[in-house]
């Protein structure tokens, strides 16, 4: 049974840290690139970082770029978002996915995730 289980959401004040972790399970993790998606409230799901299966290629939304940071364990089956310098404006609901194969590297399409975890909830307060 495949599995994406985020943690390590909460609440911070602006100009703070946070790091996410996304556990996998049940598919071979170190063979899939991985992205973090973001959904604020009332707004649409919002690409933020893709990592590639080795770890050693990334990309950044604009919006996170020079801020957060995407790596991954593979030995522990593990991806991660270190987040700094918060902004208020970070407040959302943060995803992991897998990307499909198939999709276009870092793809910002919902439908070219096969798995997705359940999402954690990072406030960030001004």
């Known amino acids: 049974q495949v599995q994406l289980v985020e943690s390590g959401g909460g609440s911070v004040q602006s100009g703070g840290s946070l790091r996410l972790s996304c556990a996998a399970s049940g598919f071979v993790f170190s063979t899939y690139d991985m992205s973090w998606f973001r959904q604020a409230p009332g707004e649409g799901l919002e690409w933020v970082s893709t990592?590639?299966?080795?770890?050693?290629?990334?990309a950044y939304a604009n919006s996170v770029a020079g801020r957060f940071s995407v790596f991954r364990d593979n030995a522990k089956n593990e991806l991660f978002l270190q987040m700094n310098s918060l902004k208020p404006e970070d407040t959302a609901v943060y995803y992991c996915g897998c990307l499909h194969r198939d999709a276009q590297w870092a793809s910002r399409s919902r439908s070219d995730y096969e798995f997705w975890g359940q999402g954690t909830q990072v406030t960030v307060s001004s």
């Open positions: 990592i590639t299966s080795s770890g050693y290629g990334d």
